[in-house]
Nanobody, 125 residues
Framework: QVQLVESGGGLVQAGGSLRLSCAASGRTFSSYSMGWFRQAPGKEREFVAAINWSGGNTYYADAVKGRFTISRDNAKNTVYLQMNNLKPEDTAVYSC??????????????????WGQGTQVTVSS
């Protein structure tokens, strides 16, 4: 069982930065791949970024590639999402998730077993 708690969301102007954190409970954090997803009002949840158990492999949605960076610290049971050059279209509730996807499955929400409650990110123009 893994419990996830996100933090770091807020209101920022376009072009600004935010760093989201996702703290995990449990001693098995390092065995899970971690993902960030987001959902804007009236839209479906979409994949943002993912990182494998060791941090050696990362994956990004095209919409955030070059602007967002995912990382993890297994000693602290925490995964991060550094978001730079934010745009109004990045406004959404951001959720982290833990699971065991592989290959091309990192973008699939169904491959993740545990989810946080989400944190709101609002980017003003």
């Amino acid at each position: 069982q893994v419990q996830l708690v996100e933090s770091g969301g807020g209101l920022v102007q376009a072009g600004g930065s935010l760093r989201l954190s996702c703290a995990a409970s449990g001693r098995t954090f390092s065995s899970y791949s971690m993902g960030w997803f987001r959902q804007a009002p009236g839209k479906e949840r979409e994949f943002v970024a993912a990182i494998n158990w060791s941090g050696g492999n990362t994956y990004y949605a095209d919409a955030v590639k070059g602007r967002f960076t995912i990382s993890r610290d297994n000693a602290k049971n925490t995964v991060y999402l550094q978001m730079n050059n934010l745009k109004p279209e990045d406004t959404a509730v951001y959720s982290c998730a833990a699971g065991t996807p592989s290959g091309t499955d990192y973008e699939l929400a169904t491959m993740y077993d545990y989810w946080g409650q989400g944190t709101q990110v609002t980017v003003s123009s």
